[in-house]
């Protein structure tokens, strides 16, 4: 039963992060990271 629960879980995250990719959240996550990233370091 664990098992069963654990390879739905993992579908439906690999699922929704082929959605995300697809969708163009990955681009915009990077570009947040970047801006937090240098203003954390004092450049940006």
Partial sequence: ??????????????LLMII???QGEFLEVMQK???ICL???GIG
Wanted: aromatic residues 4%.
């Fill in 1 to 14: 039963m664990k098992n069963k629960i654990t390879y739905i879980l993992l579908s439906i995250s690999v």
């Fill in 20 to 22: 995300g990719v697809l």
């Fill in 33 to 35: 990271a970047i801006i």
């Fill in 39 to 41: 203003s954390c370091m």
